[in-house]
């Protein structure tokens, strides 16, 4: 799709990025990293309510949360209590050429949104090194991105995300705040089913 006309400063957008044939290419990674490290239900600290998104990871570090210990990362699957697997080498590649950080990624969240899921305005700031950007990449069933300022409160601008689309949070953009509103069911045929595939790769140490 083409760019919107007026997108945040410093928010750097890469629409259809990827073709279909990386894309198909790299979903079969992702396929082989879920069947290493099974998709779980993430809780929300403290109340320990559900999030809609379900969520697994690959790489050194994992982005987890649960009712006890809360947002964090950590080197194991908190289900199988397994080592995450590596971090495909097309996700690896596609960091060195957008992402402008000399430094490999640590961690990817493969996040899995099925037809009603969404996720809430928030920040990343779980990472010590903040001077690394958030890389996202998106496939399969559009959605709809919203993004702000620094403050919760601050005006925001939603877009759609398509599959294929690389969204990078860096600079100045790194600590906006963003989330997914809705997904659009059915409006990609990558997947087998409905639903968005987004793959969010991080530095998490200096
Ligand atoms: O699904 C997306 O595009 C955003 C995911 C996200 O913000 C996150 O996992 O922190
Ligand atoms: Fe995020």
């Given at each position: 799709?083409a760019?919107p ?52 990871n ?16 950590q ?72 993004v ?59």
């Amino acid at each position: 799709m083409a760019k919107p006309d007026s997108l945040p400063e410093g928010l750097d957008f890469h629409p259809a990025f990827l073709d279909r044939a990386e894309q198909e290419a790299l979903l079969l990674d992702i396929r082989d990293v879920v069947a290493a490290a099974p998709l779980y239900t993430p809780e929300m600290p403290r109340s320990g309510k559900p999030l809609s998104v379900r969520m697994t990871n690959c790489g050194r570090l994992g982005w987890l949360t649960d009712r006890q210990r809360g947002y964090r990362y950590q080197e194991t699957h908190p289900v199988t209590g397994k080592a995450w697997p590596a971090i495909p080498r097309k996700l690896l590649d596609i960091w060195q050429s957008v992402g402008g950080c000399d430094r490999p990624p640590e961690a990817c969240l493969v996040n899995y949104y099925g037809p009603d899921a969404k996720m809430g305005l928030h920040q990343d700031r779980d990472e010590t090194d903040l001077s690394a950007p958030v890389l996202s990449i998106s496939l399969g069933d559009s959605c709809l991105f919203r993004v702000g300022g620094f403050e919760r409160n601050a005006p925001t601008r939603s877009f759609r995300l398509e599959s294929g689309d690389v969204l990078v949070l860096g600079g100045e953009s790194r600590l906006r705040f963003h989330g997914v509103d809705r997904i659009y069911p059915g409006t990609s045929t990558l997947l087998k089913s409905e639903g968005r595939i987004n793959l969010t790769l991080r530095r998490v140490t200096p």
